[in-house]
């Protein structure tokens, strides 16, 4: 105990210095305006800020991106309430109760609640990510190559099964994402591969550029046809942002059991936001004595799903920092933002960086008090961006794209290369392929073929060696059940 406490004073004495403090601002402000703008979301809003990390040590770049991952999630609620739009998938389930307040008169109330229960689900997700990290990561320097091919061979098939739409397209992302991370020179035997004679392509694809091609740039292909789009809001009904007694004495509950399910949904790989609202709107609707008032303005409706949303990106943070897995898109897009600042997030982090690893951590809970700060004073003026128009925004996302994209490498081939993942991440949203699959396979893929080349070499050639340790033959076992059981409930709606 007294170790965790050590640590986590390290990291608070990391984060509490006036050029974080000043980013975790920031982000956070981002961060929000990013997450409110409907179809955007936090995995879109990181990649597009990622150009304000550049030049920065990697514990002040990883604190901003933290910040304004949170900041997103705190933000996609407001299009919910207000206009009955989703910031991004994981705020669908604020709109079943978030609008309805709304036109029942109490905007401000479901603006502060939803402010408030991102507050309170973001620190109980701190304090279990301050107690679990250390034990994990402890365990995961145990890990030889066996056991890291095998955890990441859990980690691809958990996002596969648990991601939308059929396994077979699953499947495919998967094995694209892996072509792609094989392009360019061989690290284990120098031979250069898949380059078809294009120079630029030795050093292999950055990550930073599909990222901002898949999400950014490929965000505004997919808006370009609502470029005329006007929201109507009528900020003047809002009234004061606040929530009486007797409304927070319904959501504290909901709040208080909606946060650690939020978490351990956010620490599987490939589960997501989205599927923790859901579940812990199912679970409130299910205890509560008044079920027939969700849907129609119940706002322990709207506390639960925020509650949960805002923990379950803590909980992505532990396979991010402990095992160097993202837990989510986004954690996906910090992950490659952090390896091309040198960093590799894992089990050493902690022991060789550990003002990064707790730095980050102790950021969590300063940055919810500041958006707090931002969401609840500031709460009617941000809203007001909603009204700006979508041929005024989706230009300036461009040109953050573009300008993120020039200052990775300097290379105007990293345009065609940008625009090329654009338009792919645009049929793969046609064809209804998901994203994350592909993402996870271009990071890992590099790591993966490294474990298992190693782990042929020591057994000469025998796949034996995954079944002779207990920690790989678990991990085999859980992505082989997780695999049949996505299968047998597929086919069980299917008939």
Do not use: H
Request: aromatic letters at 10%; a neutral charge; glycine letters at 10%.
């Amino acid at each position: 105990m007294d170790v965790i406490f050590d640590n986590l004073a390290i990291g608070f004495a990391t984060a509490i210095t006036a050029t974080n403090i000043l980013w975790v601002f920031i982000g956070g402000l981002l961060g929000t305006v990013m997450g409110m703008l409907p179809g955007l979301g936090p995995a879109t809003g990181v990649a597009i800020l990622i150009p304000i990390t550049y030049g920065m040590n990697p514990s002040t770049a990883l604190i901003t991106m933290c910040a304004v991952y949170y900041g997103a999630m705190f933000g996609g609620s407001r299009a919910s309430i207000m206009i009955n739009t989703p910031g991004d998938a994981s705020a669908i389930v604020s709109c079943f109760d978030g609008y309805p307040m709304t036109k029942n008169g109490e905007a401000g109330a479901a603006l502060a609640i939803s402010a408030i229960a991102s507050f309170i689900g973001g620190t109980i997700g701190m304090v279990f990510l301050v107690f679990l990290t250390g034990p994990i990561a402890a365990a995961a320097l145990k890990f030889g190559p066996a056991e890291m091919f095998s955890l990441m061979l859990f980690a691809l098939v958990a996002t596969i099964t648990l991601a939308e739409g059929s396994l077979l397209k699953g499947v495919i992302a998967m094995c694209i994402g892996f072509m792609l991370s094989t392009i360019g020179i061989d690290p284990l035997t120098g031979i250069i591969r898949f380059t078809f004679g294009v120079e630029e392509l030795q050093d292999g694809i950055d990550f930073l550029v599909v990222m901002i091609g898949v999400y950014a740039i490929c965000e505004v292909f997919k808006n370009y046809k609502n470029l005329d789009t006007k929201y109507s809001l009528d900020s003047r009904s809002i009234g004061k942002v606040w929530v009486s007694w007797a409304q927070f004495k319904k959501c504290i509950l909901p709040m208080l059991r909606s946060s650690p399910l939020g978490f351990f949904v956010g620490v599987l790989p490939g589960m997501g936001a989205s599927i923790a609202t859901f579940m812990s709107y199912a679970m409130e609707k299910n205890l509560s004595k008044t079920p027939e008032k969700f849907g129609k303005g119940a706002i322990e409706g709207l506390a639960a799903p925020e509650a949960a949303n805002n923990s379950c990106a803590a909980g992505a943070m532990v396979p991010l920092l402990t095992l160097g897995i993202p837990g989510s898109g986004t954690t996906a897009v910090m992950l490659g933002a952090l390896m091309m600042l040198g960093v590799r997030p894992g089990p050493i982090l902690f022991s060789q960086f550990p003002e990064i690893a707790w730095g980050v951590i102790a950021s969590i809970l300063l940055g919810n008090i500041i958006l707090v700060i931002i969401n609840l004073p500031l709460a009617i003026p941000l809203v007001q961006l909603l009204k700006i128009p979508q041929r005024i925004m989706l230009p300036l996302i461009l040109g953050m794209g573009f300008m993120g994209t020039y200052f990775l490498n300097y290379s105007s081939f990293d345009f065609i290369l940008v625009m090329a993942f654009a338009l792919g991440g645009y049929i793969f949203s046609k064809l209804e392929i998901p994203l994350p699959p592909l993402v996870l396979a271009l990071i890992l893929g590099g790591t993966t073929e490294q474990s298992f080349r190693n782990s042929m070499s020591l057994s000469d050639g025998s796949l034996a060696i995954f079944f002779q340790k207990p920690i790989s033959v678990t991990l085999i076992v859980l992505a082989a059940v997780s695999l049949v059981y996505s299968l047998l409930k597929r086919r069980k709606y299917a008939s």
